[in-house]
């Protein structure tokens, strides 16, 4: 419950931010621009959202109507991939419609695909010149998006427990696999083919076992030569698999394990941060659910990028959308929605509030893989984990 | 009119639904065997540039690679074992259930056995993906069993999530159909034919046996082919209600083909359900053209 009054005190202050706009420098000014309104774009823009639920919700229900209200000259429409589940199928699609120089039916991308898809020369270059408002942004998260990718919001997979059963939570990962086994029945985790926190779970499980250049290349492109690397962290989860839930019961989903965390038939799953905070706003989760991040490593996290195609027929549209996005009104959207983190420079954040983003800095999360390489993972744990 | 004016209109008049599903059946099953095979060309380019490690073909015919790769996969060994199985149990259960009710009804009569058949096909008008989460809730480990059985102080069983509920399921979802199929086939012995072999001093084993059985074997063999195959294509029951390993083929379909971005092995496993459906459905055929043929209709 400690993050509800510092993000609402966050959006206040972000629609503030958004009224002194007009008539003063703001304080993102010390990172050498000031959040500039969106209030001119026209056209129409078909926005592709890849993603749960909540960013459905984020995009449909506050981003686009507020955008649109802002905008009397604009219009946007979105296409869904629940979960993400086709992001591999979408990508090889997008770079068929790239060859052959075809609009592929939208014009911004929001997907864990973008970094894969500006890597292959699918999306195009990104600036401040066209985006002023990604001036607002720390130049090391911008960087991370390789000049294709657009950083607008920031989440990470964090360490879920029932703090009325659980009273000194595990801090490394060595102290949370030596919970679990003391623990049976007590943790679940979701396929990593049916949603990111269980992804990021297996993801930080075979990472305590590669070389850094193996993590890199891994997190860009798929080598599958390089995969038996993983044999070991398969090899922990499977001596894992008789003391999780059920004696080995992964729920098909991100909800479904908030959903048991909530009806405390266990007491600590990964989660991800902006749907254990939306949960516990809703009242669907209780606040005696707290959280936090482990170390030695981390879960997996970073910001999540924009992309605009090539070929997009409506690029200019989609810039204009993605600057809104940025804007502090858009920030100030995100945080109220979705309880994302602002991806905008810490010093455009109050500073009573900086500590409670400090873990959630996108400039220090560790991403996850690259898409086809998750591919792989989510097969070999299908192979090596479950009914083992 | 001239008999081959005659068999011109016949034609004509089979033509759209030869046509029909030629275009939605045949020519995407012929595409699905042709990608299983390697041939990666033509209509199946977009799929195979999309999917990792598709098999390409190295003669005339192809290459039986991708089938290698599957059948080496112990996963797919063990969950057509599982898949057989579930479908096997489950249209015994369904079929002996919905000749018990039908049965009741036609011999006993009254109100009880009219409220068990009218029961039965309530599953029918209740969406498969709602009742799959509630027979999943049902039998959770804080589901109504158990805690109907910590009551009385038991410890009931957790079906959740194994493959006693995927069965539970598929019974629930495929007994209205056999059901109807079944009662009305009984339903139609007459009267005088129960009597008659009354009167002849048979017990009710051999009247349900040899009179009434054999009377209504049409609608009971279509009642148990379409559960089977039912059951043996399957997606959303065992999906929400099975464990995650053993899994069933419906569900490695699309796990195959979606979340490991594997396509052609997916296809693969389709052409293997495919492959057993036609096996049943062949039972189906046989009986169906049996009894036109006693009709004088063939």
Redesign the interface.
Known sequence: MTRRRPLAALAAAAATAVLLAGCAPTPAASVGAASRAVTDAQGTVTVFISGDTNVQTLWEKALIPAFEAANPGASVTTTLDLHG??D??SL??LS?ATAAGDDPGYDLVDSGFVRAAGAADLLAPVDASTIPNLATVPDSTVAAGDGYGIPYRASSVLLAYDSTTVSSPPRTLDDLLAWITDHPGQFAYN?P??GGSGGAFVTTVLDEHLTDEQRTTFETT?D?SQESAWEPGFAELARLDSSVY?H???P?GNQQVLDLLG???ISMAPVWSDQVISAQDAGTLPATIHYAQISDPSFTGSASYLGIPKTAAHADTAEALADYVLSAEGQALIAETIAGYPVVSADSVPDAQRPEFAEADPATLRPGYSS?TA??M??LW??EV??? | MSDARRRGLGLALALPPVVLLAVFVGIPVVLAVGFSLGHVGGLNA?IA??G??TRVATSWWGTTQAWADVFA???FVRDLVVTVGVTVVSTVVVVATSLGIALNLRLRGGRLATAFAGLAVVPLFIPVVIASWAITTFY???GAVRTAAALVGLDGP?W??SVTAVVIGSVWTSLPFATLMASSGLQAVPDAMIEAARDAGASTASLVVRVMLPLAAVPVVIATTFTAIGVLGQFTVP??TG????SVLGVDIS??F?????PQESVVMAVVVFVLASGVGAVYVGTAFRSAQTAGRA
């Open positions: 589940e086709h591999a199928q090889a699609k068929s396929p083919s049916t798929r599958a059920q080995g019961v992964y098909n009806t405390g038939a086809e591919s792989d989510s097969d299908d192979q479950p009914g083992q | 977009t540039r999309i990792t490690d996969d112990p996963r959770s480990s804080d957790t959740s999530y999906y929400f464990p995650n390993a053993p796990k195959y979606q979340s490991f971005d594997r």
